[in-house]
């Protein structure tokens, strides 16, 4: 085991190392956020005209639409103030055929809007005019709370006439084309922001969504004066950072073992997302069949034999991480099931191969949470600053390794994890529901502008 371990060090980061790394960071978001080094930053920092985060008083029915792969749902959900609770009264889960997603910006469009109307239909809701909240993942440059330009498709959409156009006017065309429904305004929403907000109304202290599951990303509240690229200096915006991208620039290229350079050279993305191949779920159980086969080459595994399964790209999942985690019988079934002779010792060391991976992620992670809570921190001029992580993706939920880590990232933070509910739904419902609040509050502050400037006219 000695020399098992010897060709694992390189996935043990040290505390000096994680610090570092959170230094890294530091500096890109910083770099993400200027007028002038954006453009050229691996961190994007994108800013999402989410201008704060849930009071309380929020009320009322909204609908919510999340496009992001293959099946799109329509959601009604009702925000209850007494009861301080956001329900999902129903949700459709329609598809989307492969001659639509290759098709034209118009047909995906019109497909949308119908299965809209049906749900509208199915809930008797075709009388009111509510307002949506719309999560679309794909990457997108915002220029509003409701105007956003696709950049390019991915995930196997390639729909004409949709890229470089604002996707929100693109949808409310459509509606308008059938004319037997409205919708009154329409908030853009991303995953990430949407798990932050979907925990904001049970907690306000939550100003910092982060999703780890088969992606990796982060948003935070920064203050409106450090978002150099839009206009104005007072309160807030929420930042979507992007994190995946942190490394394209070559910045972490001391921590990158022979494993993450084969993945990154096998994937559909190569030198991109170079952050997220060390952390998401996408890849860990790649990283894991990669050592295990250099390991059984060298002879420390499974008396030097490789099966077929083993020698096969993406046949070790993620999920058997955990499962191996859990326990040696788990791991003899899942070894077993992949064509290997194994012995004990053979388990012993997949479950080391599997802890130390699973571990770097999560230490990874933490680095990473760590330089957003203390940026957090210093931004408001605190010693120290208790605040709540709205979490979802599925290597979140089995992380305990990362709450430990942050402990000694973070020293002078406090920090509360809460996993979120349907982040992509009742989130983006949240997120409307805050802009209709904030557009009602300015409405009436104009007003009593307005009134003021009336009286004084009327005293002069």
Same mark, same amino acid.
């Given at each position: *085991?000695?020399?098992?371990?010897?060709?694992?060090?390189?996935?043990?980061?040290?505390?000096?190392?994680?610090? *570092?790394? %959170?230094?890294?960071?530091?500096?890109?978001?910083?770099?993400?956020?200027?007028?002038?080094?954006?453009?050229?930053?691996?961190?994007?920092?994108?800013?999402?005209?989410?201008?704060?985060?849930?009071?309380?008083?929020?009320?009322?029915?909204?609908?919510?639409?999340?496009?992001?792969?293959?099946?799109?749902?329509?959601?009604?959900?009702?925000?209850?103030?007494?009861?301080?609770?956001?329900?999902?009264?129903?949700?459709?889960?329609?598809?989307?055929?492969?001659?639509?997603?290759?098709? &034209?910006?118009?047909?995906?469009?019109?497909?949308?809007?119908?299965?809209?109307?049906?749900?509208?239909?199915?809930?008797?809701?075709?009388?009111?005019?509510?307002?949506?909240?719309?999560?679309?993942?794909?990457? /997108?440059?915002?220029?509003?709370?409701?105007?956003?330009?696709?950049?390019?498709?991915?995930?196997?959409?390639?729909?004409?006439?949709? *890229?470089?156009?604002?996707?929100?006017?693109?949808?409310?065309?459509?509606?308008?084309?059938?004319?037997?429904?409205?919708?009154?305004?329409v908030a853009m929403v991303n995953d990430t922001? #949407?798990?932050?907000?979907?925990?904001?109304?049970?907690?306000? &202290?939550?100003?910092?969504?982060?999703?780890?599951?088969?992606?990796?990303?982060? /948003?935070?509240?920064?203050?409106?004066?450090?978002?150099?690229?839009?206009?104005?200096?007072?309160?807030?915006?929420?930042?979507?950072?992007?994190?995946?991208?942190?490394?394209?620039?070559?910045?972490?290229?001391?921590?990158?073992?022979?494993?993450?350079?084969?993945? =990154?050279?096998?994937?559909?993305?190569?030198?991109?997302?170079?952050?997220?191949?060390?952390? %998401?779920?996408?890849?860990? #159980?790649?990283?894991?069949?990669?050592?295990?086969?250099?390991?059984?080459?060298?002879?420390?595994?499974?008396?030097?034999?490789?099966?077929?399964?083993?020698?096969?790209?993406?046949?070790?999942? &993620?999920?058997?991480?955990?499962?191996?985690?859990?326990?040696?019988?788990?791991?003899?079934k899942i070894l077993t099931e992949l064509g290997?002779?194994?012995?004990?010792?053979?388990?012993?060391?997949?479950?080391?191969? /599997?802890?130390?991976?699973? %571990?770097?992620?999560?230490?990874?992670?933490?680095?990473?949470?760590?330089?957003?809570? =203390?940026?957090?921190?210093?931004?408001?001029?605190?010693?120290?600053?208790?605040? &709540?992580?709205?979490?979802?993706?599925?290597?979140?939920?089995?992380?305990?390794?990362?709450?430990?880590?942050?402990?000694?990232?973070?020293?002078?933070?406090?920090?509360?994890?809460?996993?979120?509910?349907?982040? %992509?739904?009742?989130?983006?419902?949240?997120?409307?529901?805050?802009?209709?609040?904030?557009?009602?509050?300015?409405?009436?502050?104009?007003?009593?502008?307005?009134?003021?400037?009336? *009286?004084?006219?009327?005293?002069?």
């Amino acid at each position: *085991e000695v020399i098992v371990v010897k060709h694992l060090e390189p996935f043990r980061l040290s505390l000096e190392k994680l610090k *570092e790394v %959170s230094t890294r960071l530091r500096k890109d978001m910083i770099r993400g956020l200027g007028k002038h080094t954006h453009h050229r930053a691996a961190v994007k920092m994108l800013p999402t005209f989410v201008r704060a985060t849930p009071d309380g008083t929020e009320k009322g029915d909204f609908l919510a639409l999340d496009l992001g792969g293959t099946n799109f749902r329509v959601l009604h959900v009702r925000v209850m103030e007494e009861e301080q609770k956001m329900v999902k009264m129903d949700s459709q889960l329609c598809a989307i055929p492969q001659e639509i997603m290759l098709g &034209t910006g118009e047909q995906l469009f019109d497909h949308i809007a119908a299965c809209l109307s049906e749900f509208l239909d199915s809930q008797n809701l075709k009388g009111q005019t509510l307002p949506m909240g719309f999560t679309f993942s794909f990457p /997108c440059e915002q220029k509003e709370i409701d105007k956003s330009i696709l950049i390019r498709w991915t995930k196997g959409f390639n729909c004409s006439g949709v *890229e470089g156009e604002d996707v929100v006017k693109l949808l409310k065309e459509a509606i308008h084309r059938r004319g037997d429904y409205d919708i009154s305004s329409v908030a853009m929403v991303n995953d990430t922001v #949407g798990t932050m907000m979907s925990c904001g109304y049970r907690d306000q &202290t939550c100003e910092i969504g982060m999703i780890i599951g088969t992606g990796t990303n982060a /948003c935070y509240m920064e203050e409106m004066k450090n978002v150099k690229r839009v206009e104005g200096e007072d309160g807030q915006m929420c930042i979507n950072t992007e994190w995946g991208g942190f490394g394209d620039d070559g910045s972490l290229e001391d921590i990158l073992t022979e494993f993450d350079k084969v993945v =990154d050279r096998t994937s559909i993305n190569p030198g991109v997302h170079t952050f997220e191949k060390m952390i %998401s779920g996408m890849y860990l #159980g790649e990283i894991v069949r990669l050592v295990l086969m250099k390991l059984t080459e060298k002879k420390l595994l499974f008396k030097g034999e490789v099966s077929e399964a083993l020698r096969t790209k993406e046949t070790f999942e &993620t999920k058997f991480i955990s499962m191996i985690e859990d326990g040696l019988e788990n791991a003899k079934k899942i070894l077993t099931e992949l064509g290997l002779t194994w012995d004990l010792v053979d388990a012993r060391v997949v479950r080391l191969v /599997c802890e130390t991976i699973s %571990s770097r992620s999560a230490r990874l992670c933490a680095a990473a949470l760590a330089t957003i809570v =203390d940026r957090i921190r210093a931004n408001r001029g605190l010693p120290h600053l208790k605040t &709540t992580v709205g979490v979802d993706g599925t290597v979140y939920k089995k992380h305990p390794k990362m709450q430990l880590s942050m402990h000694f990232l973070a020293p002078d933070c406090k920090i509360k994890f809460l996993v979120s509910e349907d982040g %992509s739904g009742k989130g983006a419902a949240m997120v409307t529901a805050v802009a209709q609040r904030l557009a009602l509050q300015s409405r009436l502050l104009e007003e009593s502008d307005g009134e003021e400037d009336e *009286e004084e006219k009327v005293r002069s």
